[in-house]
């Protein structure tokens, strides 16, 4: 299963407004949602919106990358273009419907 | 003793009714695949096979073959809506899931004919006796069990993570964790079933005392996870995120 486009979009930002390269770019997304709880194939724009206004400025300044609020920034903005893919449903959201029995 | 043991399985049965009608019901609007399975599941297992389960222990396979045929039929099949109920929710691209799902119905039926042969045949042996097939039949029930538990906790954990940024709710957070308890609890009565069918002692007290445990404990994660009391839904609602991890 493939990386979705919330996550895809975040390492092309990453990549293109830091210093980290494409590997750093990519390892620093995955290990932040991971942190999140979320997962980086089902990730949609609206959870990586809140990881980047909550966790991402932290995991960037850790790894010495001093403006990342403007890149937090800047991709919580160029998130609001990616559409969500609804193709597989997730298990909260079963466990949602089925307690709203 | 009795009372404890009847107490446990009455609260089982009802509440699994409740749940299954619950979810019948919900399956009937949306036609969703998880309500299904989780449905035939609880009917299967639960409102019928439990109760059926245990008069197999007061009549013997020649005074009652039919329900000695049907319990097996009637618990593979719970078995199998519960295997595809994880599968279908928690794994629904994986190709390993599939292949152990496969594998556990192949165990299932391979543990029926087995079963279905021995009890037909001039002089079957008692059910203690038949630790192969036995185990055939258990293994994949305890795997289905242990599976859900293995995966409802794993996401448990992630949805905690989600919390503690909003990413998720505390309804549904405790939903999947006792969903991951209730599961738990079948898995542990399947073993010990096992262990006490191979000893004999099925039906002594420390392990109706534990069945009777297990079944109440069952009980009250099915009924709070899918029919949650107003005093529940609020108690959780008023936690923060902090204190509901």
């Not at chain 1, 493939?2 to 390492?11: G, K, R, V």
């Not at chain 2, 519960?82 to 691209?93: H, Y």
């Not at chain 2, 906790?153 to 309804?171: H, P, T």
């Not at chain 2, 079948?186 to 002594?204: D, E, N, R």
């Amino acid at each position: 299963m493939a990386d979705s486009a919330a996550f895809e979009l975040a390492c092309t930002v990453l990549e293109r407004d830091t210093p980290l390269s494409r590997l750093e770019a990519r390892g620093t997304i995955r290990l932040t949602i991971k942190a999140a709880g979320l997962d980086s194939r089902s990730v949609t724009p609206d959870q990586m919106a809140v990881v980047a206004a909550n966790l991402l400025s932290g995991e960037l300044a850790s790894r010495g990358v001093g403006d990342g609020d403007r890149v937090c920034s800047t991709l919580r903005r160029e998130l609001d273009g990616v559409e969500t893919s609804g193709a597989v449903e997730t298990p909260d959201a079963v466990f949602a419907r089925l307690g709203g029995v | 003793m009795e009372i404890i043991a009847g107490l446990s399985v009455g609260c089982l049965i009802l509440t699994a009714l409740l749940v299954a009608i619950k979810t019948f019901a919900l399956w009937s609007r949306t036609r969703g695949t998880p309500e299904l399975m989780l449905a035939m599941y609880l009917t299967c297992c639960t409102v019928i096979g439990y109760p059926l389960t245990i008069a197999t222990t007061r009549f013997s396979p020649a005074e009652m073959l039919p329900l000695h045929l049907g319990v097996p039929v009637l618990m593979s099949a719970g078995v199998i809506c519960l295997l595809f109920f994880t599968l279908k929710v928690f794994r629904p691209a994986a190709l390993w899931a599939r292949v152990l799902v496969a594998l556990a119905i192949l165990m299932l039926a391979t543990g029926g004919i087995a079963f279905f042969f021995e009890l037909t045949s001039e002089t079957p042996r008692p059910i203690e006796q038949l630790l192969g097939v036995n185990l055939i039949n258990t293994i994949p029930i305890a795997f289905a069990y242990f599976w859900a538990t293995g995966e409802s906790l794993g996401y448990y954990r992630q949805l905690r993570l989600r919390l503690r940024l909003g990413l998720a709710e505390v309804a549904i957070v405790n939903r999947v964790l006792l969903w991951g308890l209730m599961t738990l609890a079948a898995g542990i009565a399947v073993v010990i079933g096992l262990i006490g069918m191979v000893l004999g002692t099925f039906l002594s007290a420390p392990f109706v005392l534990a069945f009777s445990c297990l079944g109440i404990a069952h009980a009250s994660c099915l009924f709070l996870a899918f029919h949650p009391p107003g005093w529940y839904t609020d108690w959780l609602t008023r936690r923060t995120p902090a204190e509901a991890i």
